[in-house]
């Protein structure tokens, strides 16, 4: 079975903190995802990455960044986190050769 | 630019009655076609698929066919129960390499015994 792990179920952090959320996949995939799901929106997508060193911006990528040193592994940086950052933040990672995602259990982030 | 519209919820249902899901999209060429489904407290986990027209994805008792003449997957279920409570989430994948989902926003289901 596919796993995807992310760092922390839940994390508070300060206004102006940096914040890393790691996620890791353990299938060899070469996609990683990183989506915040907030109620009434579903799920949006932050970035994305198809191979090592490589990403791409999606469709709300302001106020983050992302780093993939490692193809099992794709960070979430929040430079400087803001109160409307709070979110549910959920990676995901495919194969090249299949269109499914796989996603991790998520990471509830609360800024105060 | 590609779109998943699903129904708005919540979905309020008795154990054992008949589920539908509506879910159209508008897409470039011929996407494949997701259901995944969300339970309290945790990540998305696939409940289904569909790669092409007239392909008919089951699971659990769930089942949702590719209507390219209706742009339309639908989610059905003949009998719920209350384990079937979740949010419900309707997707789709260009088949270009390097693209990502793009998902509806979601169908809260409640089933009640």
């Known amino acids: 079975d596919v796993k995807v792990t992310q760092s922390s179920r839940y994390l508070v952090k300060r206004t102006g903190e940096k914040v890393f959320l790691e996620c890791v996949q353990d299938?060899?995939?070469?996609?990683m995802f990183w989506y915040r799901q907030d109620p009434g929106l579903g799920l949006r997508l932050i970035y994305f990455?198809?191979?090592?060193?490589?990403?791409e911006k999606g469709d709300i990528p302001e106020g983050y960044s992302v780093s993939r040193e490692k193809k099992e592994r794709f960070s979430l940086i929040l430079e400087s986190a803001s109160t409307n950052q709070t979110s549910m933040y959920l990676c995901?990672?495919?194969?090249?050769?299949?269109?499914?995602?796989?996603f991790g259990p998520g990471t509830r982030l609360t800024v105060t | 630019g590609d779109s998943v519209t699903q129904m708005e919820g919540p979905v309020t249902l008795s154990e054992e009655a008949f589920l539908t899901i509506n879910c159209t999209y508008t897409?470039?060429?011929?996407?494949?076609l997701f259901w995944y489904v969300q339970y309290p407290g945790e990540g998305l986990q696939l409940l289904l698929k569909?790669?092409?027209?007239?392909d008919k994805g089951s699971n659990k008792g769930f089942e949702a066919t590719y209507r390219k003449e209706t742009t339309s997957f639908h989610l059905e279920k003949g009998s719920v129960q209350v384990s079937d409570s979740a949010v419900y989430f309707c997707?789709?994948?260009?088949?270009?390499?390097?693209?990502?989902?793009?998902f509806g926003k979601g169908t809260t289901l409640s089933v009640s015994s």
């Open positions: 569909a790669t092409k027209a007239d």
């Open positions: 997707a789709l994948r260009r088949r270009e390499a390097g693209t990502a989902l793009i």
């Open positions: 897409a470039t060429g011929y996407p494949s």
């Open positions: 299938m060899d995939h070469e996609n």
């Open positions: 990455s198809y191979d090592v060193k490589m990403k």
């Open positions: 995901a990672s495919s194969g090249d050769s299949v269109y499914e995602q796989y």
